[in-house]
Every structure is written in structure tokens, then in C-alpha cells.
């Protein structure tokens, strides 16, 4: 745990599911790249780099896992990856590695509120390539096209660092990201949505839990779009370019502020976000594998306050210790100290013990049905209707099985139409790659 600078916190040591388990799963965590490290990418850096670096950090450690898990009395066959938010959103991209035709090394997994931002345009000079050049300037690059200077080993630890933090300014209090998995030609194909609907993903995952909660976009929506203009304007860093004003039309009339959401700016620009960003994701998956999957749409303590990350709590915060739950609720609720115990109470007493029985069932058996007798209350999620039925619910009230309304087919068949406009509005038409063939070199060195 020191290797990974985390001292053992309660997020990283798996500490709560291995004794919910009666030690009998392995925990492994593991480090990728982040920022321009992992997620440089484009038309040059798919001649002269490794775009999606991060993704095949990810594929390492799995690999390690394979080949080293069962010295340790592991189960290389019975590998569950898991992952929340940028690592549910990377769990996401393995199941569509090159089009879905490489075993992504687990055979369950478990993503909660899976999240990334398309970036799709890798053309010459374009999106993708635009954010390589910001951060080779950063870096004092006289050619930012040379990707021998970004690599120049004499570059102060911390030039590099600053350079990274340099492009995540650029979109500074906006809500969006400036770099993440992208489409490279090799592992990403196209933007994943549209992989899914072609049926371009990994058929061979046994069960899955797929989980959201109830307002995952709340903090991620910038305070400054107040009106139509800053609410276009917002679009207009989302969807850069004058070739993509007809796509930010369509979403401004599908998401209409002033009559949809009552001149309610703020809440009109998180169910853009919520969509485009997060809960679509839930969907492509759930449809993915609809008869191995568990659906959960987290409400604790109500959907308000349900933000992005609070459903991590009642899976690795120690019931023994009130106040770690309650440090964990401050830090993800904002809120004070005196709400945060009161809230660590309610969730002890009202929600924890089952979420983590359900979630340490899983990860033994992969469902949550941990005694054999059926009765778990939490059955297979069913998507015969336009919403998700038999989704599981927690709340400060309890648990019941609910209607997800935040991934519907049809807002969700929305945004797979903007995603189709995209991709012939850009695209790489100079590079028909195939993948870059790290794993030989990889395993050479396992």
C-alpha cells in the first residue's frame, strides 16, 4: 500500500469486502497513468506514441493477475474487475477492445457510475491532436509535433507536472475533462456507444452489478451557466467547432431549458451531463449483457445528495469506526461534520450490512444470492420496457426495486444519434491502424 502512497486508506486496501467475504477473495489495486500520461492521443500520437496508455496499464496488472494470481491460492478463471467513475468508464473500453474481439482478462465486473467524456476526433490536426500541441507548448517544445522533446528525459519531474495541470485549466470550473480514453483506431475503434449498438463488445462476461447514483452530474455542473447564452456557450466547449453547430442545436432542443426545465438552467445542464456522461454508459451495458446483469441506482441518503461517489462509502468504510464513515460523507456531501454523523448513523443502521452483503455475494459467486435460497430481494435487472425495471434502490428509507428513469431507451437512443453525427464529422481517414501490439512485449517481461 505505501508503493501506492494511499497508507492503507479504507478506498485502496479492500479491507471491509475481504472480511465481508470471510477472507476468501484477494484484493488487488494497482496504478495507471492519469492526465497527459495516460491519455495523450490523436492522429500523431498514433504514428509516433501509444494513445490510451492508461487502458494498457489496466490490461498489465490483469495480466500480472492471470499469471501470478494463483500463487497466492487465487482463481484466475473467477477475476471481477471493478471500478468507479474514470474506472468504471475504463472497465467500459476493455469490454470494446478492438471491437470487442480481445478478452479483456475478467470474466465479471462491476462499474459504478461508469464516466467518461467522448473524444473522438482524431484527424490531422484535430481535437485529439490540439490538446498533444497544448501540452508540447507547455513543456517549451519549439516543434509540438516532435514527440522526442516530450520525452526528453532531462525535463524537470515537476515542468511535466505543471505542463499536465496546464490542460486541465483550459477547462478550468467548466465540468468537462480535457483528456481520457479516446478513439485511436486500435483499442477504441469509434466512440463506445455506437461499438455497443453494433453489438462490438466482449460476449463472454458471466454477471455484472451496473450502478449510478441518483445524482452523479450535481458536481460536475459548472454554477456559471445561468442562461440560453452560457448554456450554448457550455455546448460550445463540450462540442467545440463550427462544423458541429447543427449537433449543439439538436441537444439544445431536446434539453430545453426554458420550457423542458422551467428556465432552470442549472438543472437543464446536469441532465445533459447525467446523460451524455454518465448514466447512458449504465445503459450500453445493461443491454450488453441483460441477463447477467444487477442494476442499482443508489439514493442514500435521498437522490439529492445522492453525488457522484457517496456509493462508495457503504462498501469500504468500516461500520466499527462511525467516524470514518462520517469523514467519508463530509468529504463527498460537503456537508458539516454534525450532518455527516448523523447521516454515518442512518447509513450503518439502515443500508450498510446488505450493500456490502450483496457486493461480497457477488464477488464470491458473482450474484447476490450469497446463501442459495433465491430470496436476496435483488433479482436480474429486466430491460423489456423503455425503462429499466427491478433496479435496486437504497435509500435512508431502505431498499426497494424501482424504474430507473435516468437512463431510458429513448434519451439515452438520443445521444447514440449525436455520436453517429459525430463520427462522419471527423475521424482519422489518414491511419487504418491495427493495435499496437504491447501485450507480446508485456508478457516477455511478466
Not at 12 to 19: D, H, R, V
Not at 312 to 335: D, E, T, V
Amino acid at each position: 500500500m505505501k508503493k501506492l502512497g494511499l497508507n492503507n486508506g479504507p478506498l485502496y486496501s479492500g479491507k471491509t469486502l475481504i472480511e465481508a467475504t470471510d477472507y476468501k477473495t484477494i484484493f488487488v489495486a494497482g496504478n495507471y497513468r492519469l492526465g497527459a500520461f495516460g491519455w495523450l492521443a490523436g492522429s500523431y500520437m498514433q504514428k509516433y506514441g501509444l494513445p490510451n496508455a492508461g487502458l494498457y496499464d489496466q490490461n498489465l496488472l490483469l495480466q500480472w493477475v492471470q499469471k501470478y494470481i494463483g500463487q497466492v491460492h487465487g482463481d484466475n478463471t473467477a477475476v471481477s474487475a471493478w471500478g468507479e467513475s474514470a474506472g468504471g468508464g475504463s472497465i467500459l473500453h476493455h469490454l470494446i477492445r478492438g471491437n470487442g474481439k480481445n478478452y479483456p482478462l475478467f470474466t465479471r465486473f462491476v462499474t459504478q457510475s461508469p464516466a467518461f467524456e467522448w473524444a473522438w476526433d482524431d484527424s490531422k490536426d484535430g481535437q485529439l491532436d490540439q490538446v498533444y500541441q497544448n501540452f508540447s507548448k507547455s513543456l517549451g517544445c519549439n516543434d509540438p509535433n516532435d514527440i522526442s522533446c516530450i520525452r526528453d528525459p532531462s525535463i524537470p519531474l515537476d515542468k511535466l507536472g505543471m505542463a499536465n495541470v496546464k490542460l486541465f485549466e483550459t477547462v478550468k470550473q467548466t465540468g468537462l475533462f480535457p483528456i481520457g480514453p479516446s478513439v485511436d483506431g486500435a483499442w477504441v475503434k469509434t466512440i463506445p456507444t455506437l461499438a455497443f449498438a453494433k453489438g462490438n463488445f466482449w460476449p463472454g462476461i458471466k454477471s455484472t452489478i451496473v450502478s449510478h447514483c441518483a445524482n452523479d452530474a450535481e458536481r460536475f455542473t459548472p454554477s456559471s451557466v445561468v442562461d440560453n447564452a452560457t448554456f450554448y456557450g457550455f455546448l460550445e466547449k463540450f462540442l467545440p467547432g463550427q462544423n458541429l453547430g447543427s449537433v449543439r442545436a439538436k441537444i439544445a432542443k431536446q434539453y430545453n431549458c426554458t420550457t423542458d426545465f422551467k428556465g432552470n438552467y442549472s438543472l437543464c445542464l446536469r441532465n445533459v451531463i447525467r446523460d451524455a456522461s454518465f448514466t447512458c454508459n449504465t445503459r450500453d451495458l445493461l443491454d450488453a449483457y441483460p441477463k447477467q446483469a444487477y442494476a442499482m441506482n443508489y439514493g442514500f441518503p435521498n437522490d439529492s445528495l445522492a453525488y457522484h461517489a457517496s456509493d462508495l462509502i457503504p462498501l469500504f468504510a468500516n461500520a466499527g469506526i462511525l467516524g470514518q464513515i462520517a469523514i467519508m460523507i463530509k468529504a463527498i456531501l460537503k456537508c458539516s461534520l454534525w450532518d455527516a454523523n448523523i447521516w454515518a448513523g442512518k447509513l450503518r443502521d439502515t443500508i450498510r450490512d446488505r450493500y456490502l452483503g450483496y457486493f461480497a455475494s457477488f464477488a464470491l459467486y458473482g450474484n447476490t444470492d450469497s446463501d442459495g435460497k433465491g430470496d436476496t430481494g435483488w433479482p436480474v435487472v429486466d430491460g423489456s420496457g423503455k425503462l429499466f425495471s427491478k433496479v435496486m434502490k437504497p435509500s435512508q428509507d431502505g431498499w426497494n426495486l424501482v424504474q430507473d428513469e435516468q437512463n431510458s431507451e429513448d434519451g439515452c437512443a438520443f445521444w447514440r444519434t449525436i455520436a453517429q453525427d459525430l463520427v462522419p464529422k471527423s475521424g482519422n481517414s489518414e491511419w487504418n491502424l491495427e493495435e499496437v501490439d504491447v501485450d507480446s512485449n508485456v508478457q516477455e517481461e511478466l
